[in-house]
């Protein structure tokens, strides 16, 4: 398929050099999945997928020693991760047959052939593949009529209740590649939804899912619409946070623009909104610290207000920032228009440096060294003096703090 020309350059190499050793080595790989549902979309697909009936080891450990790379290998799942320098990571699997002996859990897997890793897939437009060395596109369940269609569709009644995760990707999917989930199998999500088949999957799975709904550059839409849908309620319990598009997507806006923020705690923050406490993110694997942070957005927003409500001066107000996240002032800063430009300000300032140490000052060590240096710093950011007034100003503040702490 000459659609294989147009990929980028790093993964149009990686497709040559696998074909390289496919025809030296008498071998059949095959492309699946997303990428050929993403080359039939005209997008850059990112990643490489390929499957062998046979000899995906062979293929994998050649192509590593050929592209000067490593494998890591899964037995477990019959699959390769060839990286190297410059190329796209490159996953090489041996067709499998999946069984489900049990809803929810990890399926039983074995080698089987491609129409059987084709029909173990979560949705036709998925259920693709394409012959490397022909350019024959395999496509069972019409994969490419719903591209056309833009619908997203389970290959069969049970695939929910085989795996509810899908229940996520269906979203996540529908959202980022603007599709409808087409409607049968958007009834048989809400049926699984209302059965609480989420419940026979682990915590940490679902939270695996919704965290790869935060990293889309959609998360609002699919936050959303996975809220709306109930599908959170296994983790959180039935709640009602109004306005939560919005309030997201604003905030998407400055997390965008701060890699440095913590969008899965602001996140999960936003949709705890009200009443959140530990055993809601149980199994989402949150540090105590970054813990502490989603709770101090979900439930002392309103404090913060009030407090805020009441400053009379600035140096309060920067007072009240410095007690709080980033990612806290995050939510403050979309929520109050009028605030956003003074936490802008308060950011500035953190950054904000003046070439002045302890040493400088000729004062007895001690606690109000530091003391001064942060006023002065405070000082020449707020235009209370000029920068040049930094060291005097610095030593008369020093001086003024030692005298204080001798006379306590
Ligand atoms: P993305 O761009 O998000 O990586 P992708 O479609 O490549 O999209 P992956 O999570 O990398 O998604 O999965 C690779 C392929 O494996 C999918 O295209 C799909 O065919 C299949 N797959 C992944 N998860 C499931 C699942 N839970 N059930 C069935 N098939 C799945």
Do not use: C
Not at 268 to 296: C, H, N, W, Y
Request: charged share 35%.
């Amino acid at each position: 398929m000459n659609r294989l020309l147009e990929l980028p350059n790093p993964q149009r190499r990686a497709i040559d050099a696998i074909n390289a050793i496919a025809a030296e080595k008498d071998l059949r790989p095959y492309l699946v999945g997303g990428p050929v549902r993403d080359l039939l979309l005209d997008r850059h697909a990112i990643d490489i997928d390929v499957t062998l009936e046979e000899g995906s080891s062979t293929l994998a450990r050649a192509l590593a020693k050929q592209i000067e790379g490593r494998v890591r290998s899964h037995p477990q799942f019959l699959t390769y991760k060839v990286t190297a320098e410059g190329f796209p990571e490159i996953d090489i699997a041996t067709a499998r047959k999946e069984r489900y002996r049990s809803p929810g859990a990890l399926p039983a897997v074995s080698a089987g052939k491609l129409k059987d890793d084709l029909h173990r897939r979560d949705f036709s437009v998925n259920a693709l593949a394409l012959d490397l060395l022909d350019g024959t596109l395999h496509d069972p369940s019409n994969g490419e009529a719903d591209i056309r269609e833009k619908l997203i569709r389970v290959l069969h009644d049970q695939s929910f209740v085989d795996d509810p995760t899908r229940i996520f990707r269906a979203v996540r999917l529908a959202t980022r590649l603007g599709f409808t989930i087409e409607s049968n199998t958007a009834a048989l999500m809400r049926e699984a939804i209302e059965s609480e088949a989420l419940k026979t999957v682990s915590r940490e799975r679902v939270w695996r899912e919704l965290f790869l709904a935060m990293d889309e550059h959609e998360a609002p839409a699919v936050l959303a619409a996975l809220h709306q849908q109930g599908a959170l309620d296994v983790l959180f319990g039935p709640r009602r946070v109004s306005d939560l598009e919005k309030t997201l997507e604003r905030v998407r806006e400055r997390i965008e623009r701060d890699p440095n923020l913590d969008r899965y705690v602001i996140y999960t923050g936003l949709m705890l909104r009200g009443d959140a406490s530990p055993i809601d993110f149980e199994g989402g694997g949150f540090s105590q610290k970054r813990a502490r942070v989603v709770v101090e957005i979900a439930n002392e927003l309103p404090r913060f207000n009030e407090a805020l409500d009441r400053v009379i001066s600035e140096r309060q107000r920067f007072r009240l920032y410095r007690g709080v996240s980033p990612e806290m002032l995050t939510v403050v800063a979309v929520e109050r228009p009028d605030e956003m430009p003074r936490i802008d300000r308060w950011r500035e300032f953190k950054q904000f440096t003046i070439p002045l140490r302890g040493n400088d000052l000729e004062v007895p060590s001690g606690p109000h060294i530091k003391k001064a240096l942060e006023r002065t710093r405070e000082a020449v950011f707020n235009g209370e003096i000029e920068p040049d007034q930094a060291r005097s100003y610095a030593r008369a503040m020093a001086k003024k703090y030692l005298e204080r702490e001798e006379q306590a």
